[in-house]
């Protein structure tokens, strides 16, 4: 059986037909071709497809699409704006917060709910932030010191 869902994607509102079972993990990638989310465990153990659901980090791969209609996605395709990378990005980028990029999209998404909930994180608050999701290449240093320079540069614009 299939369902027409409405969804606002990245602030553009998008309407699917999916089956009932259809993850949004699939839905994003397949039927809106937004192949930004990434998909790694499949279990909701790794954060790779961590998106933003109404401004909430949630696991795309455990969520059914249809469970979401009318409801305001952001994926990582999202955070950029008038084609400039968001503080979140840019900081990733300048502290080499990545490797093989796998996990970035998830990470991305969830710092940038983080710091929007909590504008100057502490050391351990951040660690607490990031613990959902899973990176095997980079040792999370840079990534830590990402999340921290990504709090500088939105204080900066604030």
Do not use: W
Request: charged residues 20%; hydrophobic residues 35%; aromatic residues 4%.
């Amino acid at each position: 059986m299939e369902h027409e869902i409405t969804l606002v994607v990245n602030g553009t509102a998008r309407r699917v037909t999916v089956p009932a079972r259809r993850l949004l993990s699939d839905c994003l990638r397949h039927d809106l071709g937004l192949t930004g989310t990434h998909v790694g465990c499949e279990h909701g153990v790794c954060g790779c497809c961590t998106v933003l659901l109404d401004g909430r980090p949630v696991r795309s791969c455990l969520t059914f699409a249809v469970s979401v209609d009318g409801a305001e996605l952001t994926t990582v395709e999202g955070l950029s704006s008038g084609g400039r990378l968001s503080p979140v990005q840019r900081a990733f980028a300048e502290c080499h917060g990545l490797q093989c990029g796998f996990c970035t999209p998830g990470f991305l998404c969830t710092v940038t709910a983080l710091l929007e909930e909590n504008p100057a994180p502490t050391e351990e608050e951040v660690l607490e932030g990031i613990s959902g999701n899973l990176c095997r290449c980079t040792g999370y240093q840079n990534i830590v010191k990402a999340v921290h320079r990504a709090a500088e540069l939105l204080a900066e614009e604030a």
